[in-house]
Structure formats: C-alpha cells, structure tokens
C-alpha cells in the first residue's frame, strides 16, 4: 500500500514558477515508476512527466524544456518543478506512483492555477 500525497499547488501569473511534491508512505518506493497527471475543467486526465525506477524521465511535449521532474527515494519524494507557466497548465495535479507487482496508487491532487 502507498499513501501519496501532493503539496505546493497554487495561483501564479503567467511566466512564473511553481514547484510540486508529492511525499509518500510506502516501503519499497524507489522500486516504483512515479508521475505526475493533470486535469483540467472538463478535460481528461493526461500525462505530464514520468520517472521510472532506474531515472528515466519523458514529458508531454507541452511542457519539454519548462518542466523537471525528480524524485529522492531516501525521503520518498517526488518533485514537479515548472517554470514559464502557461494558462493552459492549470489543472489539478495528480501523483502517480505504479509498479507491475506491487500495483498503481495516486494522490487526491494539487490544483495549480495560471491567469493574470
């Protein structure tokens, strides 16, 4: 079982920054692929950025070179850090974390607003 939960979301003006963590409760962490989704009103949950277990990272092309995801598996925590925020990057924010053995597990969400 892994408890996850998401910290750091909030309002910011277009070209800021924001960065997102997410601490989770669980034995075994760094063996899990982590992620970070998003959901937008009226919109489905899509992809944002994964690391899996051995550091590999990918983006959604709309946010490659504005977004950095990590993790420290010594304190079980996953980072979002995103600058040049856009409009079309607010959402609510979910923490992901699957693995194919031990199963899939999300945070209740963070929501992250970009206006002016």
């Known amino acids: 079982q892994v408890q996850l939960e998401e910290h750091g979301g909030g309002s910011v003006q277009p070209g800021g920054s924001l960065t997102l963590s997410c601490t989770a409760v669980?034995?075994?962490?760094?063996?899990?692929?982590l992620a970070w989704y998003r959901q937008g009103l009226g919109k489905q949950r899509e992809l944002v950025a994964k690391?899996?277990?051995?550091?590999?990272?990918d983006y959604d092309d709309s946010v490659k070179g504005r977004f950095t995801i990590s993790r420290n598996n010594q304190e079980n925590v996953l980072y979002l850090h995103m600058n040049d925020l856009k409009p079309d990057d607010t959402a609510q924010y979910f923490c992901?974390?699957?693995?194919?053995?031990?199963?899939?597990?999300w945070g209740r969400g963070t929501q992250v607003t970009v206006s002016s």
């Open positions: 690391i899996r277990s051995n550091m590999n990272t």
């Open positions: 669980a034995q075994y962490f760094s063996v899990y692929n």
């Open positions: 992901n974390a699957e693995n194919n053995v031990l199963g899939t597990f």
